[in-house]
Protein backbone atom coordinates (compact mmCIF):
# COMPACT_ATOMS: atom_id res chain seq x y z
CA UNK A 1 0.00 0.00 0.00
CA UNK A 2 1.25 3.42 -0.84
CA UNK A 3 2.52 5.88 2.52
CA UNK A 4 3.13 9.01 1.97
CA UNK A 5 5.13 11.02 5.04
CA UNK A 6 5.64 14.92 5.28
CA UNK A 7 8.48 15.93 7.12
CA UNK A 8 8.47 18.38 9.21
CA UNK A 9 5.50 17.64 11.14
CA UNK A 10 5.35 21.52 12.10
CA UNK A 11 7.68 24.29 11.32
CA UNK A 12 7.95 28.13 12.36
CA UNK A 13 9.84 30.17 10.01
CA UNK A 14 9.94 34.26 9.88
CA UNK A 15 8.06 36.46 7.91
CA UNK A 16 10.36 37.08 4.28
CA UNK A 17 12.20 33.73 4.88
CA UNK A 18 12.37 31.26 2.04
CA UNK A 19 11.40 27.94 2.71
CA UNK A 20 10.95 24.01 2.01
CA UNK A 21 8.54 21.24 2.82
CA UNK A 22 9.40 17.83 2.18
CA UNK A 23 6.94 14.65 1.07
CA UNK A 24 8.13 11.12 0.85
CA UNK A 25 5.89 8.07 -1.10
CA UNK A 26 6.98 4.15 -0.82
CA UNK A 27 5.46 3.56 -4.41
CA UNK A 28 7.01 5.30 -7.19
CA UNK A 29 4.04 3.85 -9.65
CA UNK A 30 2.41 7.53 -9.58
CA UNK A 31 0.21 9.41 -12.18
CA UNK A 32 0.56 12.56 -10.62
CA UNK A 33 1.50 14.43 -7.13
CA UNK A 34 -0.43 17.34 -5.98
CA UNK A 35 0.22 19.50 -2.97
CA UNK A 36 -3.12 21.49 -0.68
CA UNK A 37 -3.34 24.01 1.38
CA UNK A 38 -5.29 23.29 4.83
CA UNK A 39 -7.05 26.26 6.98
CA UNK A 40 -7.84 25.29 10.70
CA UNK A 41 -11.40 23.89 10.43
CA UNK A 42 -11.50 24.30 6.69
CA UNK A 43 -11.40 22.34 3.42
CA UNK A 44 -8.71 21.58 1.25
CA UNK A 45 -7.41 24.21 -1.44
CA UNK A 46 -5.31 22.29 -4.60
CA UNK A 47 -2.42 24.71 -5.00
CA UNK A 48 -0.32 22.14 -7.48
CA UNK A 49 -0.33 19.50 -9.69
CA UNK A 50 2.37 18.08 -11.16
CA UNK A 51 2.65 14.87 -13.68
CA UNK A 52 4.42 12.06 -13.49
CA UNK A 53 6.36 13.22 -16.50
CA UNK A 54 6.88 16.27 -15.20
CA UNK A 55 9.75 17.59 -13.19
CA UNK A 56 8.57 20.55 -11.16
CA UNK A 57 5.36 23.38 -11.27
CA UNK A 58 5.44 26.79 -10.76
CA UNK A 59 2.79 29.17 -9.30
CA UNK A 60 3.48 32.57 -8.18
CA UNK A 61 5.66 32.23 -5.04
CA UNK A 62 5.18 28.03 -4.92
CA UNK A 63 7.56 25.76 -6.77
CA UNK A 64 6.76 21.77 -6.54
CA UNK A 65 9.23 19.76 -7.89
CA UNK A 66 8.95 15.92 -8.01
CA UNK A 67 11.64 12.79 -8.59
CA UNK A 68 9.17 9.79 -8.73
CA UNK A 69 12.39 7.53 -8.49
CA UNK A 70 13.45 8.29 -5.79
CA UNK A 71 9.95 8.49 -4.58
CA UNK A 72 10.31 12.33 -3.10
CA UNK A 73 8.75 15.68 -3.54
CA UNK A 74 9.49 19.22 -2.28
CA UNK A 75 7.38 22.51 -2.07
CA UNK A 76 9.48 25.65 -2.23
CA UNK A 77 7.86 29.02 -1.02
CA UNK A 78 9.91 31.94 -1.73
CA UNK A 79 9.53 35.10 0.36
CA UNK A 80 7.23 33.97 3.21
CA UNK A 81 4.07 35.80 4.54
CA UNK A 82 1.62 35.04 7.49
CA UNK A 83 -1.14 34.48 5.07
CA UNK A 84 0.65 31.22 4.27
CA UNK A 85 0.57 30.05 7.47
CA UNK A 86 -1.60 26.99 7.49
CA UNK A 87 -1.30 22.93 6.26
CA UNK A 88 0.43 21.90 3.74
CA UNK A 89 -0.84 18.01 2.33
CA UNK A 90 0.75 16.43 -0.71
CA UNK A 91 -1.25 13.06 -1.76
CA UNK A 92 -0.67 10.79 -5.30
CA UNK A 93 -2.82 9.10 -7.17
CA UNK A 94 -1.80 5.89 -9.57
CA UNK A 95 -4.00 7.48 -11.86
CA UNK A 96 -6.05 10.41 -13.02
CA UNK A 97 -9.32 10.03 -11.25
CA UNK A 98 -8.86 11.17 -7.54
CA UNK A 99 -10.57 7.99 -5.79
CA UNK A 100 -7.10 6.86 -4.76
CA UNK A 101 -5.29 9.86 -3.49
CA UNK A 102 -3.15 8.70 -0.95
CA UNK A 103 -2.90 12.00 1.29
CA UNK A 104 0.76 12.45 3.65
CA UNK A 105 -0.22 13.77 7.60
CA UNK A 106 0.91 17.10 6.02
CA UNK A 107 3.36 20.20 7.79
CA UNK A 108 1.80 22.63 9.85
CA UNK A 109 3.74 26.13 8.81
CA UNK A 110 3.88 28.87 11.25
CA UNK A 111 4.78 32.20 9.90
CA UNK A 112 5.95 34.89 12.31
CA UNK A 113 5.36 38.25 11.28
CA UNK B 1 -20.99 31.75 -3.37
CA UNK B 2 -20.42 28.97 -6.34
CA UNK B 3 -18.02 27.19 -4.47
CA UNK B 4 -18.86 23.40 -2.42
CA UNK B 5 -21.26 23.57 -0.01
CA UNK B 6 -21.62 21.78 3.01
CA UNK B 7 -24.20 21.34 6.00
CA UNK B 8 -24.10 21.65 8.52
CA UNK B 9 -20.50 22.89 9.73
CA UNK B 10 -20.88 20.94 12.96
CA UNK B 11 -22.98 17.93 14.53
CA UNK B 12 -22.45 16.57 17.71
CA UNK B 13 -24.44 13.44 18.37
CA UNK B 14 -25.24 10.91 20.79
CA UNK B 15 -23.88 7.17 20.57
CA UNK B 16 -26.68 5.23 18.36
CA UNK B 17 -27.69 7.98 16.85
CA UNK B 18 -27.91 8.38 13.05
CA UNK B 19 -26.60 11.38 11.22
CA UNK B 20 -26.86 13.04 7.98
CA UNK B 21 -24.32 15.30 6.33
CA UNK B 22 -25.64 17.11 2.81
CA UNK B 23 -23.12 18.46 0.08
CA UNK B 24 -23.72 20.79 -2.65
CA UNK B 25 -21.07 20.46 -5.51
CA UNK B 26 -20.47 23.50 -8.15
CA UNK B 27 -22.96 23.33 -10.14
CA UNK B 28 -20.96 22.12 -13.76
CA UNK B 29 -18.86 19.01 -11.44
CA UNK B 30 -20.07 15.96 -12.89
CA UNK B 31 -18.28 13.92 -10.23
CA UNK B 32 -18.09 14.12 -6.20
CA UNK B 33 -16.15 12.92 -3.64
CA UNK B 34 -16.37 12.15 0.29
CA UNK B 35 -12.97 11.73 2.26
CA UNK B 36 -12.69 11.70 5.84
CA UNK B 37 -10.03 13.60 8.14
CA UNK B 38 -9.42 12.39 11.86
CA UNK B 39 -7.44 14.71 13.73
CA UNK B 40 -3.90 15.14 12.67
CA UNK B 41 -3.78 12.77 9.52
CA UNK B 42 -4.26 13.44 5.89
CA UNK B 43 -8.00 12.70 4.56
CA UNK B 44 -8.91 8.98 3.61
CA UNK B 45 -11.11 8.17 0.20
CA UNK B 46 -14.74 7.27 1.12
CA UNK B 47 -16.53 6.68 -2.16
CA UNK B 48 -17.19 9.11 -5.06
CA UNK B 49 -19.78 9.53 -7.60
CA UNK B 50 -20.37 10.24 -11.44
CA UNK B 51 -23.38 12.01 -11.71
CA UNK B 52 -25.44 9.71 -9.84
CA UNK B 53 -23.83 6.53 -10.04
CA UNK B 54 -21.71 5.16 -7.32
CA UNK B 55 -19.04 4.25 -8.67
CA UNK B 56 -16.29 3.10 -5.94
CA UNK B 57 -17.09 2.79 -2.30
CA UNK B 58 -13.78 2.48 -0.15
CA UNK B 59 -13.46 -0.04 2.47
CA UNK B 60 -13.69 2.34 5.09
CA UNK B 61 -17.07 2.35 3.89
CA UNK B 62 -18.97 0.27 6.98
CA UNK B 63 -22.31 -1.24 6.33
CA UNK B 64 -23.52 1.81 8.35
CA UNK B 65 -22.67 4.16 5.95
CA UNK B 66 -24.37 5.01 2.76
CA UNK B 67 -24.18 7.74 0.52
CA UNK B 68 -26.38 8.92 -2.39
CA UNK B 69 -26.45 11.42 -5.30
CA UNK B 70 -30.16 11.38 -6.69
CA UNK B 71 -30.35 13.32 -9.93
CA UNK B 72 -26.84 13.87 -10.19
CA UNK B 73 -26.50 16.85 -7.86
CA UNK B 74 -26.34 17.40 -4.34
CA UNK B 75 -25.08 14.36 -2.25
CA UNK B 76 -26.04 13.37 1.47
CA UNK B 77 -24.15 11.15 3.62
CA UNK B 78 -25.57 8.97 6.02
CA UNK B 79 -23.82 7.39 9.06
CA UNK B 80 -26.45 4.87 11.03
CA UNK B 81 -25.97 3.72 14.76
CA UNK B 82 -23.09 6.30 14.77
CA UNK B 83 -20.28 5.16 17.10
CA UNK B 84 -16.99 7.17 18.98
CA UNK B 85 -15.19 5.97 16.35
CA UNK B 86 -17.15 8.20 13.70
CA UNK B 87 -15.78 11.53 15.00
CA UNK B 88 -14.22 13.18 12.13
CA UNK B 89 -13.89 15.68 9.84
CA UNK B 90 -16.24 14.79 6.66
CA UNK B 91 -15.31 16.64 3.70
CA UNK B 92 -17.00 16.34 -0.07
CA UNK B 93 -15.19 17.60 -3.28
CA UNK B 94 -16.16 18.17 -6.69
CA UNK B 95 -14.49 18.09 -10.06
CA UNK B 96 -15.77 18.58 -13.63
CA UNK B 97 -15.41 15.27 -16.11
CA UNK B 98 -12.64 17.45 -18.42
CA UNK B 99 -9.96 18.17 -15.63
CA UNK B 100 -9.16 14.48 -16.38
CA UNK B 101 -7.86 15.13 -19.35
CA UNK B 102 -5.11 17.77 -18.22
CA UNK B 103 -2.76 15.39 -16.23
CA UNK B 104 -4.96 15.13 -13.65
CA UNK B 105 -8.43 15.89 -11.74
CA UNK B 106 -8.75 19.14 -9.71
CA UNK B 107 -10.98 19.14 -6.88
CA UNK B 108 -12.60 21.47 -4.95
CA UNK B 109 -12.98 21.32 -1.44
CA UNK B 110 -15.92 22.26 0.99
CA UNK B 111 -15.22 23.26 4.49
CA UNK B 112 -16.36 20.03 5.87
CA UNK B 113 -18.48 18.85 8.34
CA UNK B 114 -17.21 17.68 11.90
CA UNK B 115 -18.88 15.09 13.63
CA UNK B 116 -17.86 14.60 17.02
CA UNK B 117 -20.15 11.39 18.61
CA UNK B 118 -20.21 11.57 22.44
Known amino acids: KQEVTQIPAALSVPEGENLVLNCSFT??????LQWFRQDPGKGLTSLLL?????REQTSGRLNASLDKSSGRSTLYIAASQPGDSATYLC????????????FGTGTRLTVIP | DTGVSQNPRHKITKRGQNVTFRCDPI?????LYWYRQTLGQGPEFLTY????????KSRLLSDRFSAERPKGSFSTLEIQRTEQGDSAMYLC????????????????FGSGTQLSVL
Open chain 2, 27 to 31: SEHNR
Open chain 1, 27 to 32: DSAIYN
Open chain 2, 93 to 108: ASSARDSLFLGGEKLF
Open chain 2, 49 to 56: FQNEAQLE
Open chain 1, 91 to 102: AVSPGRGANNLF
Open chain 1, 50 to 54: IQSSQ
